[in-house]
């Protein structure tokens, strides 16, 4: 390429081999300086400039704060420092290694600076402008171009933002509960923080918005500046890009009450991401809502715990109300029918905006017919559940299209020993609409890139549906099953119930969460949940996906029910986008 056409290429005036670096190399410098960023309280991201030799040339972060200037982002203050050392704008064969997609405004300032080549580790969904939001590197009627890499130590630069992010985000929601009125009992300290940083490493899309609000929207932009994605791009392009399109919806479409419909999720093998550009002011401004427990199906053994799981919801700012049969017992219930049904008469009659189930256990299924599913869709409130509660969500969702959650409930996740840091954060994060893609590791997943409605839940509920008015017709949907004390040959069976009734067949993904607390025995010969995996796989032409971080386990996300969702899979990840951008 020089040789027809001579050209100058940018050269480190005193180069030796000691600073020569490769792509590691460079985003681990990258990364040192987004870290010296965060050391000074601006967003972290980092640069740095090699010549085209691969020698450094020049480093920069974010320094918007610090000098009071918009256009301080790390790679124009890198661009800068690199092009006073050559004495020359144009840095020509220069590549930038940037720890963040760059936006419109430095990917034009490195267009102009002739460089060769741009590498950045994480994809911002919020203002990337190499396909985060609008991609700007192949813009053809641009007069100067160059190669755009993305995904270059992408975890390590998501990480990075992710904890900056979840830190601020945490320090706001410890000012809140301080000035919510706790109550004095309350010694359990929200421990974001401490979730924050033992959360596994984040993979993809940390969002980043720069420090300064002013983040690049399409409608905002100049015209040219404005393509809005495809109406069907797929929902992971150079890494990850967000979707503007709402899925084909499934069962009736009723909107959602006061939708959560952004939950996340945990496990030791899951990384949640925050992809929201405010994310730092997030928990800051949100009101904490109030929380009202009810017991719809088992009773509740130890009445201790509810009191532990209501005090502990309290520390996080909640206000909570426990409905005056919380603690019935009839047979195994929480309460006679009639009870129960009453209280959930009352959790709708009653402020507080979530409602949340104390337990699982057993005895949903009967009261279905009487419950008013429509006054349950108009009273706005949140219903929260798990196990059992397969049976509320999914009724709902077939009755009236309503969106509900599943996820924590008291007993199990407030009122133990220990709550789960992650549990606990997704949780918070889906109430208050923070969380908007949740990653978690999936070995072997089918590719897939589908969206759909996010329906499931516990298997042997939903399979003990089928054929029931309370079964939710979903068309190519996204439908996700844990469950707990079956064997695999059990689990094989309900999926077998679901595939023979044409349930399966049907999804755009079956995703699989946690099956966990059976015991395989010496004349299984080697049949286990893998086998059952693979049997699916081969049985019914959906992609499967496994891994999801919920079941009867302790780290478990908080997922709408009926909402739409995005599904992706990418290098052993998966991605459920569960609120899709143009907010
Ligand atoms: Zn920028």
Known sequence: MAESRPVRLAAAPSADAADLLDDDGAMALALEQARLAAEQGEVPVGAVVLDATGHLLATGHNRTI?????????EVVALRAAARRLDNYRLTGARLFVTLEPCAMCLGAMFHARLAEIVYGAPDPKTGACGGVVDLSVQPRLNHHARVRGGVGAQACGDLLRDFFRARRAAGRAARAQAATAPASASFVPASSASASAAPASSLPASAAPA??????????????????????PLLRNSLSMPKQKP??????SPAP????????????????????????????EQPSGIYLISPSGAVADPAALDLAVERLRALGFRVAVDRTALAVHERFAGTDRQRLAAIQRALKQKHPVVMATRGGYGLSRLLPQIDWRAVADSGKTFIGQSDFTAFNLALL???GAVSLAGPTAVFDFGGKKVDDLTQALFQETLSGELEILSFESPGADPVDARGILWGGNLAMVASLVGTPYLPDVQGGILFLEDVSEHPFRIERMLTQLWHAGVLE????IVLGQFTDYRLAPHDNGYDLDAVVRWLRKTVRVPVITGLPYGHVKVKATLPVGAPVGIATEDGMAHLVLR???H
Request: net charge negative; hydrophobic share 35%; aromatic share 2%.
């Open 66 to 74: 610090l000098d009071r200037d918009p256009t301080a982002h790390a």
């Open 212 to 233: 300064a609000p002013a983040t690049l929207t399409a409608s905002a932009a100049p015209a040219s500046f404005s393509e809005a994605p495809e109406a069907d791009a």
């Open 248 to 253: 084909a919806s499934a069962a009736p479409a």
């Open 258 to 285: 006061h939708p959560a419909s952004h939950p996340a999720a945990g496990g030791e093998h899951t990384h949640l991401v925050c992809a929201d550009p405010d994310c730092g002011a997030h928990g800051v401004h």
């Open 398 to 400: 077939a009755r009236t």
């Open 506 to 509: 049907k999804q755009h993904a």
């Open 580 to 582: 899709e951008h143009g």
